[in-house]
């Protein structure tokens, strides 16, 4: 016999992150992971169709993350998994889901101000929610940020507590970072010294671009389990945060020692079908115009690539003619997926990745070989002129 979803249920869902006396946040958004069938398989299935029927609603704006399917080429993939992805969403959706489909949701589908309160559970958009816009959430679980988008309210806990956002570790980095693969090993480093305390970070030869940022919190996040990352000259607020005491430097041998740790030297027989991916987390309208006139004096690629980018910003680019040249060289955009794309379940691929998070989680829930390469690096060793 099955149980009936309350309210009641979810409200008991936040208060057992509570300790002592009860006290909850209003929020105004939400942000839901742990959407893709490859990941909850038919329990969460079964329980996001309970769900849907109960009757509840979302009480605030919400949205989701990426599955494992491109719902444009549903013949990639298993059809089982199709159609089951297809109903964990269409659940969602009758709750009162956006269906973003994206881990980027603060560029298009949820967008963000300074100071507002939220519960979202993507670590790279926590992290970026935080660190970069000024907004204030937990990382929060895919439960409890459903539990939340219900009741239109989170646990005042964390980084909701006065002195929830206090760093408590003193990073530096004296060297040069290079490209956006840099900018992720370093911060898959320091996720690792971390843990879950908040770091502030001091770059001292860097200015890198905002998606340079974008992965160094990814990569955190991969790594580490704290919220957000105090960046100097970035993060707003900065200037009124104290320094913490306990301080550590870090150098250049440690990023390539954890680059090492993810990456395999790439076959040369074509036994292994190569493939490049980028786009975890998500590419903006920016970055695939900047991959676009990275590939200008590109003829054709001699590998496959596959770009993953929200369904808005892949509209808005088809809109502004930003995807005809990627089309000709080879290069494919998917959208409703992350790079957990049902289709790399199937045959051997070994793949190379600009993205710290990419190749941890290829290699750890799919098994593939991977190799870092920076997307100048693959360029040219993969652009034919």
Known sequence: ????????????????????????????????????????????????????????????????????????????????VVEKQERIVRSLKNIGAKESLTCTPYLFDNPLRKNQKIAWAESSAVLYANSIIGASTNKEGSLTALASAIL???TRTGIHLRNGRKPRIFFEYDGKLKNELDYGLLGY????????????????KNSGNIFYYKQLLAGFGTSGAAPMVWIENLTPGFLRVKKPLRKIVLDRSELEKERRNLSEEAPSSRDEKLVFITGCPHMSLEEIKGFQEALESVNRLSVEAWVFTSRSTYSEAFRKSLLTELFEKGVRVFKDSCVMHCSLKKGRVHVLTNSVKAAYYLRGALKLKTTLKSLNEFIEEYGGK
């Open 1 to 80: 016999m099955k149980t009936h979803i309350t309210k009641e249920m979810f409200k008991k869902i936040l208060e057992s992150t509570q300790t002592g006396r009860k006290k909850y946040v209003k929020i105004s958004s939400a942000h839901l992971s742990g959407i893709s069938y490859l990941n909850i398989g038919d329990a969460g299935l079964e329980f996001l169709e309970d769900l849907g029927r109960s009757g509840l609603r979302f009480r605030v704006r919400t949205t989701i993350n990426p599955g494992c399917v491109d719902f444009d080429r549903v013949f990639e993939c298993d059809p089982e």
């Open 152 to 154: 239109g309210y989170t």
């Open 189 to 204: 480093v320091m996720g690792l010294k971390a843990g879950a305390e908040i770091p502030y970070l001091r770059l001292k």
